[in-house]
């Protein structure tokens, strides 16, 4: 099986070797007390948390629904943001007299 691609912000456990799809979902993969009984959480211990994998064979966050962000968008698809709101000034489209 070929590696899964670390990019944005996926990330693989250098103690467990699992890959996630955030490092939010990473950091709470890990259990425990730094410098005690820091851990990671078996793939049992992730099943049963809700930890599902995607296609890709990333881990996500427990309740989290997969999103546009976990699936590649095809080459040349440029994101869209919403539009801005019309400051106060502006009427149908025209300044308003002060």
């Given at each position: ?59 996500g966050e427990p309740g989290r629904v997969a999103t546009y962000f976990d ?10 943001g919403q539009p801005s709101p019309e400051p106060d000034s ?9």
């Open positions: 099986m070929t590696a899964p691609k670390l990019t944005g912000n996926r990330c693989q456990c250098p103690t467990c070797g699992d890959y996630f799809t955030s490092t939010r979902a990473f950091d709470r993969h890990r259990i425990g007390q730094f410098g005690n009984d820091r851990r990671c959480l078996t793939a049992g211990e992730m099943d049963a948390a809700g930890f599902a994998r995607n296609a890709r064979g990333f881990r699936v590649a968008a095809p080459r040349g698809t440029l994101a869209m502006l009427k149908n489209g025209y300044l308003e007299a002060a």
